[in-house]
């Protein structure tokens, strides 16, 4: 990262943490009741109990490093298998253009269809450039809104096409995507990718992490829970 850039990046961050501090208080302030449910996509579908490794991953759609993330950490996911889980947060940062449609095509879909999620936050990935600032800067509003549906529908199955598009016209969509915007400012997360586990930050967050160094946090974690398993009582009848 070169210093003029690394320099816009800084300040970027910075004032957008402080634009999510006031989101924040005026959250805490305005939300009475929290959501009927918790926020994210839960990737893997297994039973999760106290001694699931819980990692929850702050994506944004078009961000590049969020691309670059996700590669080994699903690798890491489907190499623990389950004993650990994953939970994807949504975190459209106000300086990706469209972050806040394809986040919003999301929830959409994750309405209709659960178990294609996944498969159009890959396709997001994949066709990142179409969504990204410049690319899109000579494009109206709705015609680029009319590709990201295009690209859904061609994911998830063209018969999803009416339903998605309407979905851009239905408040609780909308709804959905501000709060995980707001969930992710009350966790006090300001960049993307960042990632939790057990609860606890992990360290370099706003970059990719690698397979090797997934391992390097979780084989500790899962030899600590054998070995306490080990220390316990054996009882007899």
């Known amino acids: 990262m070169g210093t003029e850039k690394g320099t816009t990046y800084l300040l970027s961050s910075f004032f957008f943490s402080i634009i999510l501090t006031i989101v924040c208080q005026r959250t805490v302030k305005a939300q009475s009741l929290p959501p009927a449910k ?15 490794i819980m990692i929850e991953a ?29 939970i994807v947060h949504l975190l459209p940062l106000p300086y990706h253009d469209y972050a806040f449609s ?3 095509a999301l929830h959409i879909v994750n309405l209709l269809n659960p178990s294609a999620t996944f498969r159009l936050l890959e396709s997001f990935f994949e066709y990142q450039g179409r969504f990204y ?20 529908a061609e994911t998830v199955g063209n018969s999803y096409y009416s339903a998605i598009e309407s979905g851009f016209n239905d408040r609780k969509t909308d709804l959905k995507t501000r709060i995980s915007f707001k969930y992710s400012a009350s966790r006090g997360v300001f960049g993307t990718p960042t990632f939790y586990i057990n609860g606890f ?7 990719a992490i690698d397979f090797k160094q997934w391992r390097s946090f979780i084989d500790p974690l899962l030899l600590a829970q054998s070995r ?9 009848l």
């Open 38 to 52: 918790y926020d994210g996509f839960l990737y893997t579908n297994h039973r999760v109990d106290s001694d699931t």
């Open 58 to 86: 702050f994506f944004d759609p078009v961000c590049p490093d969020s691309r670059d993330a996700w590669p080994p950490l699903k690798q890491a996911i489907h190499h623990y298998g389950s004993r650990v889980s994953l």
């Open 102 to 104: 394809t986040s919003r």
């Open 133 to 152: 600032n410049a690319q899109t800067s000579n494009k109206s509003r709705d015609a680029v809104v009319d590709e990201i549906i295009k690209l859904a």
């Open 201 to 207: 930050a992990v360290p370099d967050s706003g970059s």
């Open 228 to 236: 306490k398993r080990d220390d316990l009582p054996h009882l007899s």
